[in-house]
């Protein structure tokens, strides 16, 4: 699935889901370090884990961030 982003660097993300978990996040644009390890951490876990440890969170003065916006993709496929 591809969700486009709003109110961040990104543009956005790419994700896919395989039985359940997980399976791959990728981010278009932002800060490439910081969204590569994002990915990483949340490779395997269940989306609404993901979802509860990643919504919410804000970036600087912004109302979202990008693990927010991830949040946010992840509930619209459930």
Do not use: H, W
């Not at 591809?2 to 278009?28: A, H, M, W």
């Amino acid at each position: 699935m591809t969700y486009k982003t709003q109110g961040t660097c990104s543009q956005q993300i790419d994700i896919e889901l395989k039985d359940g978990v997980i399976d791959s996040v990728s981010f278009v644009g932002g800060c490439n370090g910081n969204l590569k390890g994002i990915s990483a951490l949340v490779k395997g876990m269940k989306p609404e884990d993901a979802i509860s440890r990643l919504k919410g969170i804000k970036c600087g003065f912004k109302s979202t961030s990008c693990p927010d916006q991830l949040a946010r993709a992840l509930e619209s496929m459930l």
